[in-house]
């Protein structure tokens, strides 16, 4: 089974949504992308906590089979971020980002895992993702995601690292403001026209586009649910479902890059039913076939 | 080839997009329908226009070979909308209406017409629509358009509508609103508790949902475009190309009801390639079968 590095966050959030509140939940681009890529692939971690982050939380993750050697434990406080879906559920109100230990993030990279097959640099300063890849020969399938901050405040970094990656993830409303473009499809091409083989645009519950230099590959919906309890991680979960099940089909090909995008709908639609990365913990990979499937009956006519 | 009566508005529109700015052009609910339908089905048209009307617009829809005995022309002025996309190409912002003849419009349905297998009540006063259902004797298959007005102000009418109704059409917002539901599958399923066999909501740029008593039954996307001219009557479009399609397969199961659906996405995007119905002048139906082809490629992973 193929490897998948992954860089980014491990944090407390404190959520309130219609469903209710819950403070200082497990969170972090990280941690659900990993939880997410697990059921498919085996998975190494690299971000920073603080002392106060609970080992609890650290023998969840590691109990999906998550390699934590790279999860650094640093004096100082974890990064904390609060945010609200009171309003408006398909988008979170921030109310407090507290960075603490994760404002100095220097990614190390253990040897053990400069064999990592996939690569996904989470959203952080572009300059440290392009940093990350130095320790690496080129070798690897890198995939990214980025947000409206880096695209505003890092534009020439954000656009060199579109070089030195396959997949790049983005939402509509980031990848409008990256290319200038309102038009989605002429997004879309601008996000490969700066490198990357597939661009992924992904559009919360109206689904997700995969385009390839050929244009749109796929369109698809995403799977809806009666019940959306807390949103937070969609995103992360969705790439980790993706990366997960490239690295399970072990190709690159437009067919397999298809088929992980359905299962980057599926994943992220597991996680948003239950509150931080609860969902996954009654998770089997059973139910993620028999939703896949499911998905697949109502979007073929 | 079944017949379709569609009631519903022939109008005079004034509309500006990003793409420029049209006055007087052709439009009207009634319109775009049965110009879409006509593309799969004989189609019979009452409305009511005034004096200022022009011939060639009658010649024009004349010319898809739709019926139009049942288009009273009367004293006064033609229904006139103005409306604007610039700021929102998803969301016309209605700058003025005039109602003119339309606002005392009692549909008269020629004696020719009662013979029609399927009918598309538009987006008129639900107390009209049900006055219209009077004609018939109960053997048609009737589908409904409505809107957020008369969800707030004749909602008693509206339910009663829907008793009467196989298939419903109405926007994400539209169904929100009828249902007191956020959740957009617990407003699909409100709508078919009141009635309908099936309901059809309409999600703009992202597609649509088709619904039956056993819950979602398609979920497609809409057929991106890299250049929109103008939305206006996409949803009456769709609706014709839903109901044409379904009359030309003849029978209405589920099967055939989810192809229809595909047709009236593809119908959908066509008419917002241009301006009013100018799009349809150079339409061919190998045109319509090569997107129908592209749609299923681009949606089937």
């Known amino acids: 089974m193929s490897e998948i590095l992954v860089i980014g966050s491990v944090a407390l959030d404190t959520v309130a949504t219609p469903a209710g509140r819950f403070n200082d939940v497990l969170g972090g681009s990280a941690t659900y992308f990993s939880i997410s890529a697990s059921f498919f692939s ?12 609970p080992d609890e939380y650290k023998a969840l993750i590691n109990a999906f089979g998550v390699d934590l050697r790279g999860l650094e434990t640093k004096a100082g406080k974890t990064f904390r971020w609060e945010g609200s879906y009171v309003d408006d559920l398909n988008c979170a109100k921030t109310i407090n980002t507290q960075l603490n230990v994760f404002a100095d993030f220097k990614p190390k990279i253990p040897a053990e895992y400069k064999d990592s097959k996939y690569i996904f640099l989470a959203n952080i300063d572009p300059d440290l993702q392009l940093f990350i890849l130095k320790n690496f020969r080129g070798q690897q399938l890198v995939g990214c995601d980025s947000m409206n901050y880096w695209i505003q405040n890092k534009n020439a970094s954000l656009k060199k690292l579109m070089k030195e990656v396959s997949f790049v993830f983005l939402n509509d409303a980031e990848a409008r ?3 200038g473009e309102s038009n989605i499809i002429k997004a ?10 597939f661009a992924i645009i992904k559009r919360g519950e109206y ?14 919906p995403a799977f809806l649910l009666e019940t959306v309890c807390d949103p937070t991680g969609a995103g992360d979960t969705f790439a980790g479902g993706f990366m997960g099940m490239l690295a399970r089909a072990g190709k690159v090909n437009d067919q397999a890059v298809r088929q992980a995008l359905l299962y980057g709908s599926v994943m992220a639609s597991f996680t948003v039913e239950d509150f931080s990365v609860n969902r996954f913990l009654k998770l089997k990979k059973r139910d993620i076939e028999s939703r896949y499937k499911k998905f697949k009956d109502l979007t073929i006519p």
Chains 1, 2 share one sequence.
């Open 42 to 53: 085996r998975v190494n971690l690299v971000a920073t906590v603080g002392k106060d982050f």
């Open 188 to 197: 879309g091409m601008f996000l490969l026209s700066l490198g990357p083989r």
């Open 177 to 179: 403001l990256f290319s």
């Open 207 to 220: 689904g997700a586009i995969l385009f390839t230099k050929q244009g749109i590959s796929l369109l698809t």
